[in-house]
């Protein structure tokens, strides 16, 4: 197994075990993180999305992967994740798809692709089937997103 397909293994083991300090060891400083619901990350950002996903998702929150393949620049692997989402509850099982690629033996840049028109349905209910995959819901889930990432910051910071 090439080096690199260790290293995501070893970030989704720390994830496995709730353990983001793990997971973002496996990051490189410049690290750039991409999904449909965050949009861009950098750096500290990436770090505290995960932490704040973990808190947040407490025991409830469930992680499989398989699939790791990768070379010296790039590399990928199939992920799900279970968890409850907002305060309904609802339960989500959202298949993700995740590409990296890789800098002084460290993860760069980690792009994460799923479904948002189904990952909607699951988790907001009628008004994700309705309005799930457009561009209005897209924008402001990604927009709720970045406001929760940036409260935890804040929170987490003082």
């Given at each position: 197994m090439h080096d690199n397909a260790q290293l995501i293994?070893?970030?989704?083991?720390?994830f496995t075990k709730k353990d983001s300090?793990?997971?973002?060891?496996?990051?490189?400083?410049?690290?750039?993180?991409?999904?449909?619901?965050?949009?861009v990350l950098r750096g500290q950002e990436?770090?505290?999305?995960?932490?704040?996903?973990i808190s947040k998702?407490?025991?409830?929150?469930?992680?499989?992967?398989s699939d790791i393949t990768a070379t010296e620049a790039v590399g990928s692997a199939k992920w799900t994740a279970v968890y409850q989402y907002g305060k309904h509850r609802r339960l989500v099982t959202n298949n993700i798809?995740?590409?990296?690629?890789?800098?002084?033996?460290?993860?760069?840049?980690?792009?994460d692709n799923f479904n948002m028109r189904k990952w909607a349905k699951q988790a907001l209910g009628n008004t994700g089937t309705l309005l799930g995959g457009t561009?209005?819901?897209?924008?402001k889930i990604k927009k709720q997103a970045r406001k929760s990432l940036e409260y935890y910051i804040k929170k987490t910071s003082a």
């Open positions: 293994e070893r970030f989704y083991t720390a300090a793990a997971m973002n060891d496996c990051y490189h400083q410049e690290i750039v993180f991409q999904d449909p619901a965050f949009g990436v770090h505290k999305m995960w932490e704040m996903l998702g407490k025991d409830a929150l469930e992680i499989s992967y798809t995740a590409v990296f690629t890789f800098k002084d033996g460290k993860i760069l840049s980690h792009h561009a209005f819901l897209n924008k």
